[in-house]
């Protein structure tokens, strides 16, 4: 098998788990990468990481531009020349035999081929169910063309442009990408290596705080129209019974402000009724500690207004962009 050119590139904000990235790159088995190129997207002070012995040499660390993973993966690319491109994220460690797995993809990836996925392992705990945000990064494992573990042909990248960088956060950049690409003819493909992605900790308000991801949605729906869930493997969600739920809420209490109270008491019970629905959604897989229940009944509440208004907010700024 004639060896296979390519660089690896880490776009990263400095996380304790990029050591065991780097790590995990030099433990593993197989013919290494032409470069690693970590981007350090901090914009303050030298990246905190030890580089191994065995990619002495090879590690490039590059500054990014401060403007998400998106901005920050174009960065690696454009500095790299191999024919292909592996893009991992900060928080995977690769698996024992990546190398050899990674050389073996591509090498068997045809000319029509220009993206070969990794497979995405997320480590559940053993001893009970797992909580809403387990099962939330454990949706990775099925998710289509994450850029986890994820190469493209270097050309299919410059044909396209690479990463949108209006893409400010972790979402919906690789998809974009990956239907770019496949709209040029291209074909991607799951391959055969293996990649961990560990559930990293996270404030119990971390459901509130990713659903900045909404105000993209109307961005992929400009670029790519109505289907493009469909196409990209995306589940629609609750956008829908979200938005009557705080239609719901908005109504009872202007009502109850006005003095219509009978219509306040319909709106707020459905209001109720839907938060009620939602929270015993999430509640149900998980292990029901007390912790837990307590997350589910507050943030229920809040995540439905929060994610109408991120969504109307992208509605707004990406009105005219195409």
């Not at 493209?152 to 410059?158: F, V, W």
Request: net charge positive; charged share 20%; with cysteine.
């Amino acid at each position: 098998m004639d060896p296979v050119s390519v660089s690896v590139v880490v776009p990263t904000i400095g996380r304790e788990s990029l050591q065991r990235t780097v790590d995990s790159l030099a433990a593993a088995h197989g013919p290494l990468p032409e470069r690693i190129l970590l981007v350090d997207d901090r914009l303050a002070g030298p990246l905190p990481v030890r580089i191994p012995a065995r990619l002495a040499g090879r590690v490039t660390v590059l500054a990014g531009p401060g403007r998400g993973p998106a901005a920050a993966r174009n960065t690696g690319w454009t500095a790299a020349a191999s024919e292909w491109i592996a893009f991992l994220d900060d928080d995977v460690t690769v698996g024992p035999h990546w190398h050899d797995e990674l050389a073996a993809d591509l090498a068997q990836a045809g000319q029509a081929v220009a993206g070969v996925q990794g497979r995405l392992h997320v480590p559940m705990p053993a001893d009970r169910a797992p909580t809403d945000w387990e099962r939330s990064v454990a949706g990775l494992e099925t998710a289509q063309w994450a850029t986890a573990d994820m190469a493209y042909r270097r050309s299919a990248l410059a044909e396209t442009g690479g990463f949108d960088e209006r893409f400010t956060i972790a979402y919906r950049e690789d998809a974009d990408l990956a239907l770019r690409i496949m709209d040029r003819g291209h074909i991607l493909k799951l391959g055969a290596r293996h990649t961990t992605h560990p559930v990293r900790p996270a404030p119990w308000w971390i459901s509130l705080r990713t659903q900045a991801g909404n105000s993209f949605d109307p961005l992929m729906d400009r670029l790519h129209g109505p289907g493009w869930r469909e196409r990209a493997g995306v589940p629609r969600g609750r956008r829908t019974r979200h938005l009557a739920i705080t239609l719901a809420g908005c109504a009872g209490l202007a009502a109850a402000a006005t003095g219509h109270r009978r219509l306040a008491t319909v709106a707020l019970a459905g209001w109720a009724a839907g938060t009620a629905e939602f929270a015993a959604a999430r509640i149900a897989p998980g292990p029901h500690t007390p912790a837990e229940l307590a997350t589910m009944a507050l943030t229920s509440a809040v995540l439905p207004p929060v994610a109408v208004a991120q969504w109307i907010r992208g509605v707004v700024r990406y009105r005219g962009s195409a």
